[in-house]
C-alpha cells in the first residue's frame, strides 16, 4: 500500500497565497502586451476596405481605445494590488460562500452584463488553456481544505471579469469590447495556459500531489469543507482532471473541452508546417481557397439539379438525403484531389465528416438538414482560411449551425415544412453562399440577425405575446415597487414621521404607487393623485400647532382616506383588511393631531411633494428581486386580467446548486426541453426570459406556455423534471462522429 504524499515544505494557506502572488505578478506584468495587441487588433480592422459606416465606426473604436487604454491597463494593475493587499480575490471567505438563502442582492443590468461577457470570455479562454485551471483549482482547495472562493484569482473567470469591470469603469463601450472577443480569448488563453503550468511546477516542487490523485472536494453548506484525500501513489505530473459526478452543464463543457483537444492532437501531425520554409503551404491553400470560391456561384443550380426523395419518405420535391450525402462525398473527394498540402486535405476531410454526421442527423427535420449541407463549402473555406474553426467552439460559422439546429430539435417534417423558421434559415443560408470571400465575418452577421429573428419569432405568436406582456408588465411593477421604495426612504430621511406611517409607505403605498404608473402611466392623473396622497399622508401625521392647521387637516382627511381606499383596492387588498389599516393610520393621525412636537418644516413638504410629482427622474435603476412572488392569481389580482394558456409554478424552499442558477441563466431561446410536471411529460421550447432573467417562459407547439422564476427553473434542471435535448451542439456532436470514423480509418485525413 502506498504510503500518503508528503505534506508540501512551505506551509498549505502560504503556498496557495504564494500561487495567487505569483499569478498576480504574472497578469500585471502581461498587461501591456496584452493591451497592444487589442490596439493592433482595433489597427488592423481600420485599415480594412468596408462601408462608409464600418470604416468610421473601426476608426472610431480604435481612437477611443487609445484615449482610454491607458487608464484600462493602469485600474487593472491597481485591482491586482489591491486584491493582493486583501481587497478581495485572494480571501477564501466570499460573497458567494457567505451568502444565504434568505438574502438577495440587487444588482443593475451594467452588473448583469458584465458578469455575463466575463462568464462568456472565461469560457472560452478556459477551452482554449485546456484543464490547467482545473487541476490547479483542485490543488489549491487541498492545500487550504475547503473550495476555492467565487472571486479567487486563481480562477480564470475571476480575471476575466476584473477586465470587464474595468474596462467599462474607463470608459470605454461594451461594444467595443464585444468586437474585441476573439483577440482577446486568444491572448488570454495563451496566457493563462502558461500562468497555469508555472504554478504547476510550484506546487510540483513543494510536493503537492498532482490532481489526478486528488478526489473531488465536496461542498458541505452546514460544516466546514474537508481536506481532499489523497489516492494511492506519489509522483509529480501535469495536472488531470478529477474523477466524479458532475452537473450536465459542467459535463457538457468538459466533454466539448475533451473533443476539441482530442481533435488537435489529432490534426497536429496533418497540419504541421514543412520544415523547407518555403511557404508552398500557403500559396496551396489560397490556389485551393480560390478554385472552391469559383465553385459559390453555382451552388443554388448544385442542389436544385439533385434528386427527390422518394414520395413515401418526404413530401413531393424533397431532396433524397442518401443521395445527398453520397454527391457530398464524392465533391469532398474532389476537393482533396485539388489539395496539394497535407493540412488542406485533412481540414476537407474532417469538415466533410462532420457535415455527414449532420445529414444524418434525425432529431433535424429533413428539409432543414439539406439546408445545413449548403454550408459545408461555406465553412470549408473558413475552415482552410482559418484553422482556429476546429479548436474554438464560439467559432462564428459553429454558433450558427449550433443555434439553428437547436431551434429545429422540437419540430418534425409536417410542422417544419414552410414555416417562417425554415424560410430566415433558408434566407441566411442563401446570404452566406452569396459572399464567399467574408470568411467568418458573414457567419457573425448572419448569427447576428438570427438572434434578432428569435427574439421576434419566440414570441410572435398572439396567445404567447399576450402573456409576455402581461408578465414584463408585472415584473415592471415588482422593479418600480422597489425603486419608490428606496426614493421614499431617502425622501423621509431626517423627517420626524411616525414610524407606523413609513411602514405603510414603504410596504403598501410604493406597490400602489408603483401599479398605477405600470396600468396608468407614471405621468397619469390617478398616479399624480397618489402620489400627492403620500405627501399629504405624511403632512397629516406631522405636529399641527397652529388653529388653521388643524381645520385643514380636518377639511381635507375625509378626501386624503377616500384616495388611500382606492389605492389599495388597486393592489387587490381585500375590504377586511383596508379597514384595518385604514384604522391603524387614523389612530396615528389623530395622536399627532394633538401632539406637542415639531412640525415638519413647509419647505421640505413642498420639496417632497415636488420630488413625488416626477419620482421618476430620481429613481435608480434597480433589479428585480430573487424572491418576487408569483402565481397565476397573483398575475391576474395585480394586472386585472384573466390568463388562459398559462400555467405558473412558484419558487420553492428546495436549495438549488449555484452551478444550476448559473445553467439557468446562461439557457437560450430556442432551444428545446422535455418538462415533467404534474405526473406528464410535454416538450417545450425555451420561448423567453425578462430583462433581469428572473422570469422563464416555455411553450409547447399547441400554444401551452409555463412560466417559472430562476430558482423554480434551476430547481427543475437539478432534479431531471427539464431535460435538455441539446447537451451537445450540433456542430460538437458532429466532430465527435468525425473523430471516432478519423480514429477507426485514420489514413482518411490524407487519402
Not at 409536417?414 to 423558421?421: D, I, N, Q
Amino acid at each position: 500500500m502506498a504510503s500518503p504524499p508528503p505534506p508540501p515544505a512551505v506551509p498549505a494557506t502560504g503556498l496557495v497565497r504564494q500561487a495567487r502572488e505569483q499569478l498576480a505578478q504574472v497578469l500585471t506584468q502581461a498587461l501591456p502586451d496584452l493591451a497592444a495587441r487589442l490596439e493592433a487588433f482595433l489597427e488592423h480592422l481600420a485599415d480594412q476596405v468596408g462601408t462608409q459606416r464600418e470604416m468610421q465606426a473601426n476608426r472610431a473604436a480604435l481612437e477611443r481605445y487609445r484615449a482610454h487604454q491607458a487608464g484600462w491597463v493602469q485600474a487593472c494593475r491597481d485591482k491586482l494590488q489591491a486584491a493582493l493587499a486583501g481587497a478581495g480575490l485572494s480571501a477564501p471567505a466570499t460573497r458567494s460562500n457567505a451568502a444565504h438563502a434568505d438574502t438577495f442582492e440587487l444588482l443593475s443590468d451594467e452588473t448583469i452584463e458584465n458578469q455575463i461577457q466575463a462568464a462568456r470570455l472565461a469560457l472560452a479562454t478556459d477551452e482554449l488553456a485546456g484543464s490547467s485551471f482545473e487541476g490547479l483549482r483542485l490543488r489549491s482547495q487541498w492545500l487550504q481544505h475547503q473550495e476555492l472562493a467565487a472571486d479567487d484569482l486563481l480562477r480564470p473567470e475571476t480575471f476575466c471579469e476584473l477586465l470587464v469591470n474595468q474596462w467599462r469603469a474607463a470608459g470605454l463601450p461594451r461594444a467595443d469590447l464585444h468586437g474585441l472577443t476573439a483577440p482577446l480569448q486568444s491572448a488570454l488563453g495563451e496566457l493563462l495556459q502558461g500562468a497555469a503550468e508555472a504554478l504547476h511546477k510550484l506546487y510540483d516542487d513543494e510536493g503537492v500531489p498532482p490532481a489526478d490523485d486528488l478526489a473531488v472536494l465536496r461542498r458541505n453548506p452546514d460544516t466546514a469543507p474537508a481536506p481532499l484525500p489523497a489516492a494511492a501513489g506519489q509522483g509529480k505530473g501535469p495536472a488531470g482532471k478529477p474523477a466524479g459526478p458532475m452537473h450536465p452543464l459542467l459535463r457538457a463543457r468538459q466533454r466539448a473541452q475533451e473533443v476539441v483537444q482530442q481533435l488537435r492532437h489529432m490534426l497536429s501531425p496533418a497540419t504541421r508546417m514543412p520544415s523547407s520554409g518555403t511557404g508552398s503551404t500557403e500559396q496551396a491553400s489560397q490556389s485551393l481557397l480560390q478554385a472552391l470560391a469559383e465553385q459559390g456561384p453555382g451552388e443554388a443550380r448544385f442542389y436544385a439539379e439533385l434528386p427527390a426523395a422518394p414520395l413515401s419518405d418526404m413530401a413531393p420535391g424533397s431532396v433524397d438525403l442518401d443521395q445527398l450525402a453520397r454527391t457530398l462525398r464524392q465533391r469532398s473527394h474532389a476537393w482533396k484531389q485539388q489539395a496539394t498540402v497535407p493540412s488542406d486535405r485533412a481540414a476537407i476531410e474532417v469538415v466533410a465528416l462532420m457535415f455527414q454526421s449532420i445529414l444524418a442527423q434525425d432529431r433535424i427535420p429533413p428539409s432543414v438538414r439539406v439546408w445545413f449541407a449548403r454550408l459545408q463549402l461555406p465553412v470549408l473555406r473558413v475552415a482552410l482560411a482559418e484553422p482556429e474553426f476546429f479548436s474554438n467552439l464560439q467559432h462564428p460559422a459553429r454558433l450558427l449551425i449550433d443555434r439553428m439546429g437547436a431551434c429545429v430539435l422540437g419540430f418534425d417534417a409536417t410542422s417544419m415544412g414552410g414555416s417562417v423558421l425554415e424560410a430566415e434559415i433558408a434566407r441566411l443560408v442563401q446570404t452566406i453562399e452569396q459572399f464567399p470571400e467574408t470568411g467568418q465575418r458573414v457567419f457573425l452577421l448572419a448569427h447576428q440577425e438570427f438572434e434578432k429573428f428569435l427574439a421576434s419569432y419566440l414570441t410572435q405568436e398572439q396567445s404567447k405575446a399576450r402573456i409576455i406582456s402581461l408578465v414584463q408588465q408585472m415584473e415592471e411593477k415588482e422593479t418600480l415597487t422597489i425603486q419608490y421604495t428606496i426614493e421614499l426612504r431617502r425622501l423621509l430621511q431626517g423627517m420626524p414621521v411616525r414610524a407606523e406611517l413609513r411602514n405603510f409607505l414603504f410596504r403598501d403605498w410604493a406597490e400602489v404607487l408603483a401599479l398605477s404608473a405600470v396600468r396608468m402611466g407614471a405621468m397619469h392623473a390617478q398616479t399624480q393623485a397618489f402620489k400627492q396622497a403620500a405627501s399629504d399622508l405624511v403632512w397629516a401625521g406631522s405636529a399641527k400647532p397652529t388653529r388653521e392647521q388643524r381645520a385643514q387637516l380636518i377639511r381635507s382627511l375625509p378626501q386624503l382616506l377616500q384616495c388611500l381606499r382606492e389605492g389599495l383596492t388597486l393592489v387587490g387588498m381585500p375590504t377586511s383588511m383596508q379597514a384595518e389599516q385604514i384604522k391603524r393610520l387614523t389612530d396615528t393621525l389623530a395622536e399627532a393631531f394633538i401632539a406637542k412636537t415639531a412640525a415638519i418644516a413647509p419647505e421640505a413638504l413642498e420639496a417632497m411633494a415636488r420630488r413625488l410629482s416626477h419620482l421618476e427622474d430620481f429613481m435608480t435603476g434597480e433589479g428585480l428581486p430573487d424572491d418576487t412572488p408569483l402565481s397565476t392569481e397573483n398575475i391576474e389580482i395585480l394586472l386585472g386580467v384573466d390568463i388562459a394558456g398559462l400555467e405558473v409554478l412558484s419558487s420553492t424552499a428546495q436549495p438549488v446548486d449555484p452551478t444550476m442558477l448559473e445553467w439557468a441563466r446562461a439557457l437560450q431561446p430556442g432551444s428545446w426541453f422535455t418538462l415533467d410536471h404534474n405526473g406528464a411529460s410535454v416538450q417545450v421550447q425555451y420561448a423567453w426570459h425578462s430583462n433581469q432573467r428572473q422570469l422563464h417562459l416555455f411553450a409547447t407547439l399547441d400554444g401551452q406556455c409555463y412560466l417559472m422564476p430562476l430558482q423554480r427553473l434551476a430547481i427543475y434542471l437539478q432534479s431531471g423534471l427539464l431535460l435538455w435535448h441539446d447537451a451537445e451542439a450540433v456542430t460538437l456532436r458532429a466532430t465527435r462522429d468525425a473523430l471516432e470514423k478519423l480514429e477507426a480509418n485514420p489514413e482518411r485525413l490524407q487519402a
